[in-house]
């Protein structure tokens, strides 16, 4: 079987959510298929992350744009190689020619009411949103399988869309780096080399709405109010312009002082700055997944996150659930965990359980499953 699999941006230095699952999924296929020949189609980039390698040849296709990228340039390089299957990675996929396809939603977000059109979603995201919204539709319907990361999400694309038994839902993992970091000189470099505070939380988001950003930092200046501790919170890969932006609107300048931007940090570091903090916050709006939620706990940190969409699928009992609406039901749950060290060491105890169960090679596994049985479809 000749399977394409579609990893557009994987080359790129600054990788985020999407690009790191498409990695993963190719890494460990590595480990478990020596049989099928895999094709990696590419965008040229400077992080040559993965090389061409036994029954895994790397693509680079010039395309330009990504919409032309996906729409033209792709399809091309897929018959050329002659590939059986092509597994779309990133929510879209090309609208012409014959190849069979596979295509991983991971979220429909930009279809509900809750979307990127909103007054604070950047240019970039707002077309982004819309591009999706044209090609989606169109592509899940000529997909043989539709692949989803939780029941939750496999739920609303159901009822959205009215998919039946061509739709698959297949967790996400947790990378084996992240874990509990016991070299103690490592930690101190880190610390050193982001000049991080003795206390602090941290936060993963970002500009997009539905990371709760402006909630978060309200929670957080009331926390530092009505507490005696002194925490500061640890944002990464945040502009500062946007911050100051935020600030301003929820009248909450004044703590500026007490937030630390660290720029991009690699995957490969992100462990040991979660190591270092004293908490782990993800209030976001609406997730489809949430793996820095298994990250926080892989890590042995205490989890805050939101008891609605598929977070709580993700974090089980293993984290403080808040309404991610009501900015006091996360400043009560951050001071909860500050103030009681039995729940805060049941929390770490159970999040080390809990993100042991999820991991990129079962993510892998039934992904080559589904690889075999849509063969059987099309042969």
Known sequence: MRIGIEAQRI????????????????????????????????????????????????VE??????????????????????????????????????THLIITLHDIIYLESLNLFGGSATAYQKFGNLYRRLVVPKAVKKSLK??????????????????????VSIYNGV??????????????????????????????????????TPNLLKAFAHFIKNSQEEYKLVMLDFPEEALQQILNNIECSNIRDKI?????????ELPQIINLSSLFLYPSLRESFGIPILEGMACGVPVITSNSSSMPEVAGDAALLIDPNNYLTIADAINKIVENPTLRESLVNKGLTRAAQFSWLKMAEKYLTLYNQVYKLIK
């Open 11 to 58: 080359f790129r230095e600054k990788k985020h959510g999407m690009d790191m699952v498409v990695l993963e999924l190719i890494k460990n296929l590595k480990l478990i298929d020596n049989q099928n020949e895999y094709y990696i189609f590419v965008s040229p980039d400077q992080d040559r992350c993965i090389t061409t390698q036994n029954n895994f040849k790397v």
């Open 175 to 212: 990378g084996e780096h992240f874990k509990v970091i016991s070299d103690k000189e490592a930690l101190e470099l880190c610390k050193k080399k982001y000049n991080l505070p003795d206390k602090f939380f941290f936060f993963l988001g970002n500009t997009d709405p539905k990371k709760n």
């Open 146 to 167: 539709v692949v989803t990361v939780s029941e939750f999400e496999k739920k609303r694309i159901s009822d959205f869309m009215g998919l039946k038994d061509n739709l």
């Open 260 to 268: 630390v931007l660290l720029g991009y940090v690699s995957n490969i």
């Open 61 to 98: 296709v010039n395309g330009g744009p990504y919409p032309t990228w996906e729409q033209v340039a792709l399809p091309i390089a897929v018959k050329k190689h002659k590939c059986d299957i092509l597994h779309c990675t990133s929510n879209t996929a090309p609208l012409f020619g014959k």
